[in-house]
């Protein structure tokens, strides 16, 4: 699991830098949101920087 969780960590990384944002949270942890609005939800930019196709996305 630790490869993945690095590959995902080291896009997050990247993804933060180019888009110079200060802060992501990881809304899959024990972390409250109250609201999150979906146009400021990063979960599909993460899995583009991965490669990976979004559910439901081609």
């Known amino acids: 699991m630790k490869p993945v969780q690095d590959k995902v960590y080291n896009a997050v990384q990247k ?3 180019n ?6 949270f990881d809304k899959s942890a024990d972390l409250s949101v109250f609201f999150a609005d979906s146009k400021i939800d990063k979960s599909d930019d993460v899995l583009k920087e991965l490669g990976i196709s979004s559910p439901g996305k081609k």
Do not use: F, S
Not at 19 to 24: C, G, L, R, T, V
């Open 15 to 17: 993804m933060a830098a």
């Open 19 to 24: 888009k110079a944002y200060d802060i992501i």
